[in-house]
């Protein structure tokens, strides 16, 4: 069966540091991926998208950037933190573009 | 643009009553439309999927979804409500042609009460 890993499952940076969060997925070949951000209130919201190696596609003009070095792995990094940039974090992958998702469980981003 | 409401914001509900969380969506040409929950400080976790075919949709715990065209609804369904049932819950939508992404409602908090 397919398993999705997300780490870390709390963070917290100071601000102007470099971030990392990793997102690897098993038991599937060429995965979509995807990354969303949940803000405090509840919505979800979609940050970057993959559908191959090296292909990444941005949803909003944003301090970060997505990778896919590897079929089933997606990093989300930053190289300096906002404020603005603390969030719930949530990988997810589908089996074909935009159908049911299955989600990480998530990394807590708190900037100080 | 397409986009999902959900009104409720919260909906609590008596343990062992029958639940509805309601989801209506806008979208160009039929839709794909899904179901997710989420606990606490977790991912969410995918329910069920309305693509094609009987409008009634059954999932995962016992959940149920009616997919309603006329209406531009699609709302969940359980007939009886555990304390367990407690979390968020997500209806998100598609334009089913094409490569469309997917549109997620804000969530409500269901809240059952022992």
């Known amino acids: 069966s397919q398993t999705i890993h997300q780490w870390p499952a709390t963070l917290v940076q100071p601000v102007g540091s470099p971030l990392s969060l990793e997102c690897t997925v098993e038991g599937t070949s060429n995965p979509n991926l995807y990354w969303y951000r949940q803000a405090a209130g509840r919505g979800l919201q979609l940050l970057f998208y993959?559908?191959?190696?090296?292909?990444i596609s941005s949803e909003v003009p944003q301090n970060l950037s997505a990778s896919r070095p590897q079929d089933r792995q997606f990093i989300l990094s930053s190289k300096k933190l906002l404020l603005s940039d603390s969030g719930f974090y949530l990988c997810?992958?589908?089996?074909?573009?935009?159908?049911?998702?299955?989600f990480g469980q998530g990394t807590r981003l708190t900037v100080v | 643009a397409q986009s999902v409401a959900q009104p409720e914001d919260q909906v609590n509900v008596a343990e062992g009553n029958p639940l509805t969380v309601k989801c209506t969506y806008s979208?160009?040409?039929?839709?794909?439309l899904f179901w997710y929950v989420q606990y606490p400080n977790r991912g969410l976790q995918f329910l069920l999927k309305y693509i094609t075919g009987d409008n009634l949709v059954k999932g995962s715990y016992g959940f149920e979804a009616e997919f309603n065209k006329s209406q531009t609804s699609f709302h969940l369904k359980k007939p009886s409500a555990l304390v367990s049932d407690s979390a968020l819950y997500f209806c998100a939508v598609r334009a089913a042609r094409g490569y469309q992404k997917v549109t997620f409602g804000t969530g409500t908090k269901l809240q059952v009460i022992p």
């Open positions: 979208v160009s040409g039929n839709p794909y």
């Open positions: 997810a992958w589908s089996p074909l573009l935009n159908t049911e998702a299955f």
């Open positions: 993959s559908v191959g190696i090296g292909q």
